[in-house]
């Protein structure tokens, strides 16, 4: 079983539609999770992160994370095409760069017009 | 501007070659990672290293070294590459300790004919 499973799509939503993209994890040592983005032949960029439960808002992204089912979501409203991208969940035990990140596989977002 | 930069964008080579791929950032960064992407399987940690001349094997290590002389440089060399070695391979760098992010290279596809 892999750590960090996620859900590879892809998805296609129309434009202004609310987006969820989810994960789930299976290590509870894993405190910090993470959200990137990444664009088709770009390298992935941090779009948010979490630590331990809660919500976390940045404009028209939400990530929210629930330790107890080990489940991570990220939210997108009034989804626009230039969110059309890869979004990957990661996670790992403590936040620094030794600590090293688990990835899901990322899933494939379209927004169309 | 935050930059991981890779020598190579693309790169076609032949089984049984030796292949060195580049990394460079200009962030002073401690800490250098390398993985791999491929559809269905996300990003896989194959090595990183903490400090120069350090390093630490990932999850799938086999078949592929490393070198970090100078701080700002990571080598990932494939001693003899293979077919199974044909990926995009994504080199990253973050700070020590703290909360501190993972910045990403633009990747190598590599593919081994």
């Known amino acids: 079983q892999k750590e960090v499973e996620q859900d590879p799509g892809p998805l296609s939503v129309p434009e202004g539609a609310i987006v969820s993209l989810n994960c789930t994890y299976s290590?509870?040592?894993?405190?910090?999770f993470m959200w990137y983005r990444q664009y088709s032949r770009k390298g992935p960029e941090l779009l948010m992160y979490?630590?331990s439960s809660g919500n976390k808002e940045d404009g028209r992204f939400t990530a929210q994370v629930d330790k107890s089912s080990k489940y991570i979501s990220l939210f997108i409203r009034d989804s626009q095409p230039s969110d059309s991208a890869t979004y990957l969940c990661?996670?790992?035990?403590?936040w620094g760069g030794g600590n090293k990140l688990t990835f899901g596989t990322g899933t494939q977002l379209k927004v169309e017009l | 501007d935050v930059k991981v930069t890779q020598s190579s964008r693309y790169l076609v080579k032949r089984t049984g070659e030796k292949v060195f791929l580049e990394c460079v950032q200009d962030?002073?960064?401690?800490?250098m990672f390398w993985y791999r992407q491929d559809p269905g399987l996300g990003l896989r940690l194959i090595y990183f290293?903490?400090?120069?001349?350090?390093?630490e094997k990932g999850d799938i290590p086999e078949g592929y070294s490393v070198s970090r002389e100078k701080k700002e440089r990571f080598s990932l060399i494939l001693e003899s590459a293979s077919t199974n070695q044909t990926s995009m391979y994504l080199c990253?760098?973050?700070?020590?300790?703290?909360?501190?992010?993972?910045?990403f290279g633009q990747g190598t596809r590599l593919t081994v004919v």
């Open positions: 990661a996670s790992c035990p403590g």
């Open positions: 990253a760098s973050s700070l020590s300790g703290g909360d501190t992010e993972a910045f």
């Open positions: 979490t630590y």
């Open positions: 290590n509870s040592a894993f405190q910090y």
């Open positions: 962030m002073d960064h401690e800490n």
């Open positions: 290293s903490y400090d120069v001349k350090m390093k």
